[in-house]
């Protein structure tokens, strides 16, 4: 079992839709997570990160983390053709080392 | 703010060379991290440096190895080199726990 599974995708929404991106971890232990969004060919740039049960809302953005279920997913609402790009879900397992593992990304394409 | 920085942006070697790749952490970041993206694979964990050490390394062999200088730079070397490490290959660094990307190094070995 991989530590941080997300589906591949691609996920396709229609311009101004919502689009939900999940992430399942296998770590019970796991502390912080965080979702990076990487276009073609470029790196990961940070979106937002999230420590606590609940929501947490920036702009378009809502990371949802549930950690009774090992559960985290990202909420774009609005989808935008600019938001079209691979999804990185991580999570830091330890915290004694600082190194994230990261799920192998969710593809998303919002259609105009 | 300037941002992580890496060099060189491209790199290509033959099969047996050594490589190194160099990365500047954002001003006031102690901690970098170096992580491999090979084609169709995830980000996958090499090193972490802290205050001049090495802190903790994946799941990598020992011919990747590097080092952290006094200004919290640092350098990837990776030894022997094999086509399988063709590669972006990141960097990111970080004060406290978010970590910051830099734009890559993409390796190419034939």
């Known amino acids: 079992q991989k530590e941080v599974e997300q589906n591949s995708g691609p996920l396709s929404v229609p311009e101004g839709a919502i689009a939900s991106l999940n992430c399942t971890y296998s770590?019970?232990?796991?502390?912080?997570f965080f979702w990076y969004r990487q276009y073609s060919g470029k790196s990961p740039e940070l979106i937002m990160f999230i420590y606590s049960n609940g929501d947490k809302e920036d702009g378009r953005f809502t990371a949802q983390l549930n950690k009774a279920s090992q559960y985290v997913s990202l909420l774009i609402r609005d989808s935008q053709p600019s938001d079209s790009a691979t999804y990185l879900c991580a999570v830091r397992l330890d915290t004694g080392r600082r190194a994230l593992t990261f799920g192998s990304g969710t593809r998303l394409q919002v259609q105009p | 703010e300037a941002g992580v920085t890496q060099s060189p942006t491209h790199l290509i070697k033959t099969r047996g060379q050594q490589a190194t790749l160099r990365c500047s952490p954002i001003s006031g970041h102690t901690s970098v991290y170096w992580y491999q993206q090979a084609l169709g694979l995830g980000l996958q964990f090499l090193l972490w440096?802290?205050?001049?050490?090495?802190?903790n390394r994946g799941n990598f062999p020992p011919r990747f190895s590097g080092r952290q200088f006094p200004n919290y730079s640092s350098e990837l070397n990776v030894n022997a080199l094999e086509l399988e490490d063709s590669a972006l290959y990141l960097c990111?660094?970080?004060?406290?726990?978010?970590?910051?990307f830099g734009p890559g190094t993409r390796l190419l070995v034939l």
């Open positions: 770590d019970r232990g796991s502390q912080s």
């Open positions: 440096y802290d205050e001049g050490e090495e802190r």
């Open positions: 990111a660094s970080s004060l406290e726990e978010t970590q910051y």
